[in-house]
């Protein structure tokens, strides 16, 4: 044999021990989801598949937390709709502002990710847990989502606009006899929505699968589908609670990735600009 | 192409005289930033006036205030308190930008790149709220004018860096400006392309007639392209003249050595019509008592030693295609630079004989 093919022999073998490698990672990871969606499916999971295949977790578990699903997408649209309007004018204040202080700013960003959601949520019981009305509605849940995901949209928004230069563009707009409002609808914002597609897609499912604040924050009559499933596992049977997850995916999955696609068409799009 | 230009201006434009531009008592002082804490004085107050039509080059080294003179212009950037801009009789100081009716160039092109070539040419248009009809008129227009012609639909990321500030050129040019400004629109790009955007922009310059000011920190597009340039130096105006004023006659030291290479020679002692410099004598008519006189490179002459008024020794020779720049050392703090054809063959260390036609030394009020 030659050193040439040796050499290749070697490299080949070193491919698939990296395959199997890397196939056993993804079982690891793979098997317990697929197991609890089992579980979900099955009459009785301590008898096992043998017991046959049902849906009538599935069924159960929609009449019972129908509500906290309905629930959590609203809250994560409302999320989304308030970490928008914030944010992408807090990112551009960001960005114009020239301040010390700026910079102090973006930096305090970090914070709510930091900052252990119990945490936050403790501060906000304690400001704002008198108020009756607000503390028992889904509202009080919002603020709780907003502060911790607003980050997320102020971050990419802030990139995406330090990397294409929109000051210098606006000033393009502006010496053309653009106004403020006109150069920041025609210009800054069709130039920024591969961020705000990617701040949109953080804040989402962010929204959705928060726990540890919501936890904090719910009441009876505003649990999110996160604080049900909790629920559910702690006081239903095995099978309930893998129904609720089974439902959690099939909800979550499909918009992941119709998200995340987009994302990707948009990035290529403006990367494609960029260069 | 020129010729063509004007007509089709005139044809459709309504006879808009051009108009004068005054900067009055215009100084800049910006505040601590995020790096530094103290004040700092980008630009003293100056005083600057430019004729209707005329182009006038802001010419300086990094840092002088030239960006920040032409962002008071345009209104992008406020003067301090105290500092008037004029644009004809109309006091234009307190106006935002978008009221002010100028056209813009960048360095880097500022394109939008949402929009393809023919959207960035009409978005001042639009704005402006012109007839779809009009606006398809006047973008043809642009594009015969930088001839762009069949990029029309192409997005901007696709275009070369010259069409780009091509695109940005018409984009700027189609609003019908009042005051044309340009901030190094050249820098980005290679020299080859530099030069024929140069006698482009030139070109469209002298037939559209726009008050234009012209920034760049290139002394040959400062020479080319401006009927006036000033010279600015730390904040202020160094000099302001044409071109040969500035280049034959420079008012300071900073400015002789900004614009060109220039030779310092040091006045030892006079004597009879013959001034005393290192390596020889120069013979002049007239002497003011100047302790320092100045000339250029292409000024000095090589010639046989037996007739030279000064000799000295070549330390090195750079050969620059049209020309050969020699180092020659006679015994002087410095040495002096030569500029003699390129087919003359020298050798570091040979003596070489030179003359100095006497019209070619000034001297400079400043110098010490
Ligand atoms: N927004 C700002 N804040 C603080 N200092 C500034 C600001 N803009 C400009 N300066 C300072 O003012 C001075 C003049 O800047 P300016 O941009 O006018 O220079 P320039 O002549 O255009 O230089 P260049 O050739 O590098 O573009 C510089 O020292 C610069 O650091
Ligand atoms: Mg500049």
Not at chain 2, 114 to 123: C, D, K
Not at chain 2, 271 to 291: D, F, P, W
Not at chain 2, 314 to 342: K, M, N, Y
């Amino acid at each position: 044999m030659t050193t040439a093919s040796v050499r290749r022999n070697g490299r080949r073998g070193m491919f698939y021990w990296q395959l199997a490698f890397t196939l056993l990672i993804c079982l690891f990871m793979i098997v317990p989801v697929v197991m609890s969606v089992t579980a979900g499916l099955t009459e009785n999971y301590f008898v096992g598949l043998s017991s046959g295949l049902t849906t009538r977790w599935l069924v159960e578990v929609w009449n019972l937390y129908a509500q906290s699903i309905w629930l959590s997408i609203y809250l994560a649209l409302s999320c989304l709709g308030v970490t928008l309007v914030l944010g992408i004018p807090a990112a551009y204040g960001l960005l114009k502002s020239q301040k010390r202080w700026a910079s102090l700013v973006e930096e305090l960003l970090l914070m709510p990710v930091a900052v252990p959601g119990l945490a936050t949520a403790l501060a906000l019981l304690l400001a704002y847990g008198g108020f009756r009305g607000f503390r028992s509605s889904w509202l009080f849940i919002l603020v709780g989502h907003v502060l911790f995901t607003l980050p997320f949209m102020i971050r990419p928004v802030l990139a995406v606009m330090q990397s294409i230069n929109v000051v210098k563009l606006e000033e393009a707009a502006s010496s053309l006899g653009a106004r403020p409002v006109q150069r920041f609808l025609s210009v800054v914002l069709p130039n920024c929505t591969s961020g705000i597609l990617a701040g949109a897609l953080m804040v989402l499912t962010l929204s959705v699968g928060e726990f540890n604040i919501t936890w904090m924050l719910h009441t009876p009559l505003t649990k999110t589908l996160p604080v049900g499933l909790a629920d559910s596992y702690a006081s239903m049977r095995l099978e309930v609670g893998s129904a609720y997850t089974l439902i959690f995916l099939m909800m979550i999955l499909p918009f992941l990735i119709v998200v995340q696609w987009l994302g990707q068409v948009m990035t290529r799009k403006a990367s494609a600009r960029v260069s | 192409m020129a010729t063509n230009i004007v007509r089709n201006e005139n044809s459709n434009r309504p006879a808009t005289a051009p108009i004068s531009l005054r900067l009055r008592h215009c100084g800049r002082t910006f505040p601590g930033t995020r790096g530094s804490h103290a004040p700092h004085v980008a630009l003293q107050p100056l005083d600057l006036d430019v004729e209707p039509g005329e182009t006038l080059v802001l010419l300086g080294p990094s840092g002088c205030g030239k960006t920040t003179t032409l962002r008071i212009i345009s209104g992008l950037e406020q003067p301090d308190i105290g500092g008037q801009v004029w644009f004809g009789e109309e006091d234009v100081t307190q106006l935002p930008i978008e009221k002010r009716d100028v056209g813009m160039v960048f360095q880097n092109y500022a394109l939008f790149p949402n929009m393809n070539v023919e959207a960035n040419i009409a978005y001042g248009l639009r704005i402006r709220g012109l007839s779809p009809d009009d606006i398809r008129r006047r973008v043809g227009e642009m594009v015969d004018m930088v001839h762009l012609n069949g990029l029309e639909r192409r997005p901007v990321h696709e275009l070369s860096g010259g069409q780009k500030q091509r695109v940005a050129l018409a984009r700027a040019l189609a609003v019908r400006p009042r005051v044309l400004l340009f901030d190094e629109p050249l820098a980005a790009l290679d020299a080859k392309l530099r030069d024929r955007l140069r006698v482009d922009i030139g070109q469209l310059l002298r037939s559209l007639g726009i008050t234009s000011v012209y920034v760049t920190h290139d002394q040959a597009e400062a020479m080319a392209l401006g009927d006036r340039i000033a010279v600015m130096e730390n904040g202020r105006i160094a000099q302001l003249g044409t071109p040969r004023e500035i280049y034959h006659h420079p008012g300071s030291a900073f400015v002789a050595d900004f614009i060109g290479s220039v030779n310092r020679l040091e006045i030892k002692g006079a004597e009879e019509g013959q001034l005393m410099v290192a390596g020889g004598r120069l013979s002049v008519a007239r002497y003011h008592g100047a302790s320092v006189l100045y000339c250029r490179p292409e000024d000095i002459e090589v010639c046989p030693v037996t007739q030279a008024a000064i000799t000295g020794r070549v330390l090195q020779t750079f050969f620059l295609g049209q020309s050969q720049r020699l180092f020659v050392d006679t015994g002087a703090e410095t040495p002096l630079q030569v500029e003699s054809p390129s087919r003359e063959q020298w050798l570091p260390g040979q003596t070489i004989g030179l003359s100095i036609a006497e019209e070619a030394l000034f001297s400079i009020a400043d110098a010490q």
